[in-house]
């Protein structure tokens, strides 16, 4: 019913940048909160940022003042601005947006996953 396709992820240097973007495609109604998190090997699925709909924004510990989280409310898109690039942020993005359908249901989405790799 629903898609989201996350895109911008590769391979930076320490100290670089990227610039994620997740679309969402289907039978929207509208989108309330849409976040990114983030695994690496390993390790558990860990929150990274979280904006509502009006823009109200919320972040990990490990990327204020690093990475900004925005959103496009009209192409149903949301994007992470990451500066400041650490080997450490090195794992799979993944997009989420809690949907309401068409049918006026809500549900959560996630998307495939974008890789970002930061070598030191």
């Known amino acids: 019913q629903v898609q989201l396709v996350e895109s911008g992820g590769g391979l930076v240097q320490a100290g670089g940048s990227l610039i994620l973007s997740c679309v969402a495609s289907g039978s929207i109604f509208s989108i309330n909160t849409m976040g990114w998190y983030r695994q690496a090997p390993g390790n558990q699925r860990e929150f990274i940022a979280t904006?509502?709909?009006?823009?109200?924004?919320n972040y990990a510990d490990s990327v204020k003042g690093r990475f900004t989280i925005s959103r496009d409310n009209a192409k149903n898109t949301v994007y992470l601005q990451m500066n400041s690039l650490k080997p450490g942020d090195s794992a799979v993005y993944y997009c989420?947006?809690?949907?309401?359908?068409?049918?006026?249901?809500?549900?959560?989405?996630w998307g495939q996953g974008t890789q970002v790799t930061v070598s030191s």
């Open positions: 904006i509502t709909r009006g823009g109200s924004t």
């Open positions: 989420s947006a809690e949907v309401v359908l068409t049918t006026r249901s809500i549900t959560n989405y």
